[in-house]
């Protein structure tokens, strides 16, 4: 069974900087890789995700230019470095990785992605 395996979260003022870490050691199923964040009472949203194999990458617009997306080949990792934090990106971060090939709007939706980690808190305060 694939397992996601998250790290990095935390508490932080507003500002501030974290970065989260997903770790997967089966490399054959990979295509695309994603985080997404969930807050208390709304509904999960799409931050950011990465084509494993051409270094592609996608944001939400209310991340662009604060988080950051790459890949660790060496470490089977993906991180999600985020800067400037807001209290608005309070919520718990999910990794989310599908072998299937992605177009367009695939990238952006939760539903297109079959395996999730199990979530990691980050919370920003004011």
């Known amino acids: 069974q694939v397992q996601l395996v998250e790290s990095g979260g935390g508490l932080v003022q507003a500002g501030g900087s974290l970065r989260l870490s997903c770790t997967t050691s089966?490399?054959?199923?990979?295509?695309?890789m994603g985080w997404f964040r969930q807050a208390p009472g709304k509904e999960r949203e799409f931050v950011a995700a990465?084509?494993?194999?051409?270094?592609?990458?996608y944001y939400a617009d209310s991340v662009k230019g604060r988080f950051t997306i790459s890949r660790d080949y060496a470490k089977d990792t993906v991180h999600l470095q985020m800067n400037s934090l807001k209290a608005e990106d309070t919520a718990a971060y999910y990794c989310?990785?599908?072998?299937?090939?992605?177009?367009?709007?695939?990238?952006?939706?939760?539903?297109?992605?079959?395996?999730w980690g199990q979530g990691t808190q980050v919370t920003v305060s004011s």
């Open positions: 989310a990785a599908d072998s299937r090939r992605m177009y367009g709007s695939s990238w952006y939706s939760g539903s297109e992605y079959a395996y």
């Open positions: 089966e490399r054959s199923f990979r295509y695309a």
């Open positions: 990465v084509n494993w194999s051409s270094g592609a990458t």
